[in-house]
């Protein structure tokens, strides 16, 4: 999200007094004073419960930013619920529901949001933009094209908006329009390379190959590093047949896109007509890695451990593709005679009567089971087909079935083909197409970006407990146990856990419940009950990502108590957490960034033993960008507790950053062992 696309445009001042910054430690009857001022002014007749229910609504939407930045979409969800039913009137709170409701693959509910949002404010076009990107994943191009209409209105110097809306009027096949707005786009951006390949593949979609061919040229000319052209490029050289130059091509492609499944597919087809068998086999194998639900890869591989002689895997690739398509009877034919190379004979029998009685006068299905009966002693079942066959042959030779022609029977065929006669050749897409990134902060779901190097996460304190890879390990601290002792209900445990859990409907709305109950008991306890029920309920503001309560909460326990470390700790992380946001938004408050090491380091000296402390302390440094301290501080940690995977795995990052790749590739390692399974990902990432 670019900055200021989520954030609401007003300020916040009234929140500086609970961000934890610059407050001092003050006495007791500070703390009682404050609430005997607060009573007061509440019952005072100048009291204005209208911008208290403003402060109120603000708080809300700005916990709901933040649970939808750190991608908690459903509580972000439950958040703009509330501020929907109290300010109905806002449009912002419709808009930010509508992308989390995109991010949750919710269209249809994302485009009645951002309507409604639109129909409060129609002057904002990235509503436009973000009804277009739901509409085109409906398939309604028509609709995405009368919002990129409305955008380029009050945008006309947007390129993506008319490249997108290009974009859907190829898909709805209106070339003419489609070309006019390349011509448009060429001569306002001449420099950009995407427009040519779009207007390539218009030519190709209007079987024009050699007028394609030149703008894929053009586009090669200015940006010979785009993937969409290469692969767009690979295409027409596989439908001239031209293997080794797709080869090449979609080489190209896959060097600069190597996580696109169809082109390893496309590939593997040009080198199987090379005979490189090996290669081909790579490549398909390369696809199910990316795509485990490929088709075409794995119906394709299927037949190319078939024409090798492995059997059993072949077996295993046409029971997935049978598990995908249950009627697909060319797969079911083929494992049919891999069950029979293999000795199953009855399930090969069961397979090719599938596919005969589709099929009655398929000869190649009726010997093959007759071979079976035979050799299962099924004598007169086997006379029976064999007798089929000779009839067929007779009315064939009659003319009352018509003979298939030499010519039919080609290389390939495409997947929509269903003739039992092609049950060997390998199986193509009907149409190749380019898969289109249209351009839009909306483009993907955020759980998608690139997170080759990202950091474990904070330890904190969390109602769920710890989750990793490896069910041995434990996070315990003594602190937290005493804490979980001295509680009266078995329901407020708190647990040590570094694993953010997004809730789902019914847990949001617990946690809102849970919160309720809490303030109650809060408002009449006694001083020295609130230290406990505040911590109950700061955790749970942290649980629901609305930190600046939380903080809150924890700084009045700190004024109550100067020697609670958890209170110290767990607002270091919820401050984290708060600048995080804030960065992505452009506000960087450097005094909020020392008082998260100052918390930290307090609770260290009141519990140096804690290695969880260190940890943070060292995310703390590695977001600051001083990787050797950070390292120092992950090492500390490790020193307390060996089996600390994350510490690992960040110290890992940290040494990779700071130009030691050996050391973080070992530290990595480790990370995996104890049960951190990303961090092969990230090794292979930095190994050649």
């Known amino acids: 999200m670019k900055n200021g696309e989520w ?40 009291f204005n419960p209208q911008a208290h229910a403003q402060l109120n609504t603000d708080r809300l939407m700005f916990s709901g930013e933040i649970a939808l930045h750190y991608e908690d979409y459903v509580l972000s969800i439950q958040y703009f619920n509330q501020v929907i039913s109290q300010r109905p009137y806002l449009y912002q709170p419709w808009q930010y529901r509508a992308i989390a409701k995109y991010y949750l693959d919710d269209f249809t509910g994302s485009e009645a949001d951002a309507t409604e949002a639109l129909r409060m404010n129609p002057y904002v076009e990235g509503l436009y933009d973000l009804r277009a990107i739901d509409r085109i994943r409906q398939k309604n191009f028509e609709g995405a094209i009368s919002d990129y209409d409305h955008a380029i209105r009050l945008n006309p110097r947007s390129q993506n908006y008319r490249f997108n809306r290009a974009l859907c009027m190829m898909n709805i096949k209106d070339y003419d329009r489609a070309l006019l707005e390349t011509d448009t786009m060429m001569m306002r951006w001449s420099h950009l390379s995407n427009t040519y390949t779009l207007r390539a593949e218009i030519y190709l979609q209007k079987q024009d190959t050699a007028e394609a061919i030149v703008w894929l040229d053009r586009s090669l000319e200015i940006d010979p590093y785009s993937s969409e052209t290469w692969t767009t490029r690979g295409f027409v050289s596989l439908a001239r047949q031209e293997w080794s130059e797709a080869d090449k091509q979609l080489g190209r492609a896959i060097h600069l896109r190597p996580k696109a499944a169809g082109n390893y597919v496309n590939r593997a087809l040009a080198r199987m007509n090379q ?21 075409l890869a794995h119906y394709n591989r299927g037949l190319l451990r078939m024409q090798l002689g492995d059997d059993n895997r072949a077996i295993e690739d046409f029971d997935y593709v ?88 080609k290389q390939m065929r495409k997947r929509s083909e269903i003739d039992p006669d092609k049950y060997n050749q390998l199986v193509v897409d009907d149409e190749n197409q380019v898969e289109h990134e249209y351009k839009s902060v909306y483009r993907g779901q955020i759980q998608n970006r690139s997170v080759e190097m990202a950091l474990m996460p904070m330890y904190q304190l969390s109602y769920f407990a710890y989750r990793n890879g490896l069910q041995s390990y434990q996070a315990f601290d003594r602190d937290v146990e005493a804490f979980n002792a001295r509680a009266a209900r078995n329901d407020s445990r708190i647990f040590v856990n570094c694993n953010i859990t997004q809730l789902d409907e019914t847990q949001s709305k617990e946690f809102f419940k849970a ?83 100052l918390d930290l380091l307090q609770a260290i000296r009141l519990n140096p033993q804690n290695p969880y402390l260190y940890y943070d302390l060292g995310n703390h440094y590695y977001l600051l960008g001083d990787y050797n301290s950070a390292i120092d501080s992950y090492t500390q940690a490790l020193e307390l507790d060996a089996r600390l995977a994350e510490a690992y795995y960040n110290r890992g990052l940290a040494y990779i950053r700071s130009e030691h790749k050996l050391e973080g590739v070992a530290d990595l390692s480790k990370a995996g062992e104890l049960g951190l399974y990303d961090a092969y990902s990230v090794i292979k990432r930095n190994t050649k």
């Open 7 to 46: 954030r609401v445009k007003n300020e916040r001042k009234p929140y500086a007094a609970h961000v934890g910054m610059g407050a001092s430690v003050q006495p007791v009857r500070h703390s009682l004073l404050c609430i005997l001022l607060s009573f007061f002014l509440l019952h005072s007749p100048s």
């Open 275 to 295: 005979n490189n068998l090996r290669g081909a086999m790579s490549d398909y194998d390369t696809a199910i890695d990316l795509d485990p639900h490929n088709f």
């Open 322 to 409: 049978i598990r995908m398509e249950p009627d697909n009877v060319m797969a079911i034919f083929n494992r049919g005679v891999l069950r029979e190379e293999t000795g199953d004979l009855r399930g090969a029998i069961e397979d090719y009567t599938v596919v005969i009685e589709q099929f009655p006068n398929f000869w190649t299905g009726l010997s093959y089971r007759a071979r079976c009966y035979q050799l299962l002693g099924m004598k007169n079942e086997a006379e029976m087909d064999n007798f089929r066959i000779l009839k067929a042959q007779m009315d064939k030779h009659l003319g009352i079935q018509q003979r298939w022609d030499d010519e039919k029977v």
């Open 515 to 597: 919160v309720e109950r809490l303030s109650e008991r809060i408002d009449t306890a006694r001083v020295e009950q609130l230290p406990p029920l505040l911590m109950q309920r700061a955790v749970s503001y942290s649980v629901m990502q609305n930190y600046e309560d939380a903080i809150s909460d924890l700084t009045t326990i700190i004024e109550l108590d100067t020697a609670n470390c958890l209170a110290f700790w767990q607002r270091a992380v919820c401050q984290t957490a708060l600048n995080q946001f804030n960065k992505t938004h452009g506000i960087d408050n450097k005094i909020a960034t020392a008082k998260v090491k």
